[in-house]
């Protein structure tokens, strides 16, 4: 078995497939393991280690983290601050996340499992529900069920990570994004805590303590496969070095995974993300203008700038400009897994992630490093009307005296990890099942892995139900091979 990619996806599939007794080689490009949940040293003279440009991975679901034996603290997840009782939302929020609640509360349980089909998952939820989450653009939901722009703006921003699509773009792309983001959080429940610190070496450890090898700086460039195996050639400082396998498994994304089995570049396929993602270590959390208290809402994601200002940035970046103000999430990690600071969170230190949106890659197509500097004063600008105090006078310095700031435009994503665009999760989101009509006749089939070659599987981002959810790729490419042996 050879897994091209060593992303966390790449190492949940190895480590389950080493377990069940298969000879599993990974093949990473990078000289680290983890992929975009690799935990790196962000800023020098200082411990913190963490994802670079993640802002909060989903946790791993519970039966991963227990079927591989992983030691990762639990915790619930928190939640975003509903509208207060007496607010003009407070009633259409609560009905709202419980008609959000009966979709995810369906389908969550089926990721580790065949498809199901939609027929299956439809008739076990209310009808107003899933027409509003399923069939109508969000946004069209949204505009109906609240009145207050900050709410609109909170419910709104889940649908916009990493796309610029319009909120009422009828190809439902928003809500396929706004449907997985959810998945990957589900609320309340006692959740092992998200992988952006050591998760991802825990996972590789687990992964190589059942046997399988992994090898970094090796850079596959082509997968020759057929229905009943396939070759892959990879390249590093040695050399290059071909392996043939009875399945290879793809942690690639879809459009590099083509190019690898010899299709050529398709420009006009080429995902493209949108993200603005910047990363902080300040010396203290920063007060809020709201009074709340920074520690609850940093950790549950602050939303910055409401309905219409995502509406405006939107159209600011359709015609090409960077949006005036720049909307997006800020969040603090650090406040949910504290081992990401070292011995620097005693200090009071915290890390603070920000996600821009409507920041797509068309707009730092020239001049990459003025764009990208220009973008995060404005999203500086933005964050600084929540807060008392400019978040800039709470950045710590490194040993050379330079903010504690680092800050990645899609380009910048596509270069770190080689993310076609840039793309958060290596195209498009599907629906987290099969349509009614899917074939469903091989094992790669029934769990959303297949690719147009018999051998070659797919196990990372690219999977029917990988999106945000982390390790649900490679668990179920695991189990199809596992079945189909
Ligand atoms: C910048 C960024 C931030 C994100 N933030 C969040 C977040 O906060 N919360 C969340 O839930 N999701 C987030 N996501 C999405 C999430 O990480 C993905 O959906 C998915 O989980 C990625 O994991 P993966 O293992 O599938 O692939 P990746 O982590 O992308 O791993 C793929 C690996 O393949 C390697 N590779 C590529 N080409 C080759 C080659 N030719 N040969 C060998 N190796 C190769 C890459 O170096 C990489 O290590 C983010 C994604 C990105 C890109």
Same mark, same amino acid.
């Not at 990363?279 to 994601?301: F, K, W």
């Given at each position: 078995?050879?897994?091209?990619?060593?992303?966390?996806?790449?190492?949940?599939?190895?480590?389950?497939? $080493?377990?069940?007794?298969?000879?599993?080689?990974?093949?990473? =490009?990078?000289?680290?393991?983890?992929?975009?949940?690799?935990? #790196?040293?962000?800023?020098?003279?200082?411990?913190?280690?963490?994802? @670079?440009?993640?802002?909060?991975?989903?946790?791993?679901?519970? *039966?991963?983290?227990?079927?591989?034996?992983?030691?990762?603290?639990?915790?619930?997840?928190?939640?975003?601050?509903?509208?207060?009782?007496?607010?003009?939302?407070?009633?259409? %929020?609560?009905?709202?996340?419980?008609?959000?609640?009966?979709?995810?509360?369906?389908?969550?349980?089926?990721?580790?499992?065949?498809?199901?089909?939609?027929?299956?998952?439809?008739?076990?939820?209310?009808?107003? !529900?899933? $027409?509003?989450?399923?069939?109508?653009?969000?946004?069209?939901? /949204?505009?109906?069920?609240?009145?207050?722009?900050?709410? =609109?703006?909170?419910?709104?921003?889940? !649908?916009?990570?990493?796309?610029?699509?319009?909120?009422?773009?009828?190809? &439902? !792309?928003?809500?396929?994004?706004? +449907?997985?983001?959810?998945?990957?959080? @589900?609320?309340? !429940?006692?959740?092992?805590?998200?992988?952006?610190?050591?998760?991802?070496? &825990?996972?590789?450890?687990?992964? /190589?303590?059942?046997?399988?090898?992994?090898?970094?700086?090796?850079?596959?460039?082509?997968?020759?496969? *057929?229905?009943?195996?396939?070759?892959?050639? %990879?390249?590093?400082? #040695?050399?290059?070095?071909?392996?043939?396998?009875?399945?290879?498994?793809?942690?690639?994304?879809?459009?590099?995974?083509?190019?690898?089995?010899?299709?050529?570049?398709?420009?006009?396929?080429?995902?493209?993300?949108?993200?603005?993602?910047? #990363?902080?270590?300040?010396?203290?959390?920063?007060?809020?203008?709201?009074?709340?208290?920074?520690?609850?809402?940093?950790?549950?994601?602050?939303?910055?700038? *409401?309905?219409?200002?995502?509406?405006?940035?939107? &159209?600011?970046?359709?015609?090409?400009?960077?949006? $005036?103000?720049?909307?997006?999430?800020?969040?603090?990690?650090?406040?949910?897994?504290?081992?990401?600071?070292?011995?620097?969170?005693?200090?009071?230190?915290? &890390?603070?992630?920000?996600?821009?949106?409507?920041?797509?890659?068309?707009?730092?197509?020239?001049?990459?490093?003025?764009?990208?500097?220009?973008?995060?004063?404005?999203?500086?600008?933005?964050?600084?009307?929540?807060?008392?105090?400019?978040?800039?006078?709470?950045?710590?310095?490194?040993?050379?005296?330079?903010?504690?700031?680092?800050?990645?435009?899609?380009?910048?994503?596509?270069?770190? +990890?080689?993310?076609?665009?840039?793309?958060?999760?290596?195209?498009?989101?599907? %629906?987290?099942?099969?349509?009614?009509?899917?074939?469903?006749?091989?094992?790669?089939?029934? %769990?959303?892995?297949?690719?147009?070659?018999?051998?070659?599987?797919?196990?990372?981002?690219?999977?029917?139900?990988?999106? /945000?959810?982390?390790? /649900?790729?490679?668990?179920?490419?695991?189990? $199809?091979?596992?079945?189909?042996?």
């Amino acid at each position: 078995m050879t897994v091209v990619g060593g992303g966390h996806n790449a190492l949940v599939a190895a480590a389950y497939l $080493a377990r069940a007794g298969l000879s599993v080689l990974v093949l990473e =490009r990078l000289e680290r393991r983890g992929g975009v949940a690799g935990a #790196t040293d962000l800023f020098p003279g200082h411990g913190a280690r963490f994802a @670079r440009h993640s802002s909060f991975l989903s946790p791993l679901p519970l *039966g991963v983290v227990e079927e591989l034996g992983l030691d990762l603290p639990r915790a619930p997840l928190p939640t975003p601050c509903a509208p207060p009782p007496g607010h003009d939302d407070h009633e259409a %929020w609560r009905a709202f996340h419980t008609d959000v609640a009966g979709v995810i509360d369906r389908v969550a349980p089926t990721l580790l499992e065949p498809l199901p089909v939609e027929r299956a998952v439809r008739e076990a939820v209310d009808d107003a !529900a899933w $027409a509003d989450l399923v069939l109508r653009p969000i946004g069209e939901t /949204v505009e109906r069920r609240f009145t207050d722009d900050t709410v =609109r703006g909170l419910v709104a921003a889940d !649908a916009l990570v990493g796309t610029s699509a319009s909120l009422h773009d009828p190809s &439902l !792309a928003p809500n396929r994004t706004f +449907l997985h983001r959810h998945l990957g959080r @589900r609320p309340g !429940a006692d959740q092992p805590l998200p992988l952006g610190g050591r998760g991802a070496d &825990l996972l590789a450890q687990a992964a /190589v303590e059942a046997g399988a090898e992994i090898l970094t700086s090796a850079g596959v460039s082509r997968i020759e496969g *057929g229905d009943e195996g396939a070759e892959v050639t %990879w390249h590093d400082a #040695t050399g290059g070095h071909t392996v043939g396998s009875r399945h290879v498994l793809s942690d690639v994304a879809p459009w590099v995974l083509r190019i690898l089995l010899g299709d050529g570049e398709d420009p006009d396929s080429k995902p493209a993300g949108s993200q603005l993602a910047i #990363t902080m270590l300040v010396e203290r959390l920063p007060s809020l203008r709201s009074g709340d208290d920074p520690a609850t809402a940093l950790a549950a994601g602050l939303p910055v700038g *409401g309905y219409a200002g995502l509406e405006q940035a939107r &159209l600011d970046a359709a015609e090409g400009r960077l949006p $005036a103000a720049l909307p997006g999430e800020l969040r603090s990690p650090s406040l949910l897994e504290t081992g990401v600071l070292g011995d620097e969170s005693a200090d009071g230190r915290h &890390l603070l992630t920000f996600l821009g949106h409507h920041t797509p890659a068309a707009l730092f197509a020239h001049d990459r490093d003025a764009r990208r500097d220009e973008a995060v004063e404005r999203a500086l600008a933005s964050i600084d009307e929540l807060l008392t105090e400019p978040v800039r006078s709470l950045l710590a310095t490194d040993h050379d005296g330079s903010p504690c700031l680092t800050a990645a435009v899609p380009q910048d994503v596509e270069d770190d +990890l080689a993310t076609p665009g840039g793309q958060l999760f290596h195209g498009d989101l599907e %629906w987290p099942w099969a349509p009614n009509r899917a074939r469903l006749e091989t094992p790669a089939q029934r %769990w959303g892995v297949q690719t147009d070659v018999g051998s070659v599987l797919v196990c990372g981002s690219g999977a029917r139900r990988a999106g /945000v959810v982390a390790g /649900v790729g490679g668990h179920n490419a695991a189990q $199809a091979v596992l079945e189909g042996r």
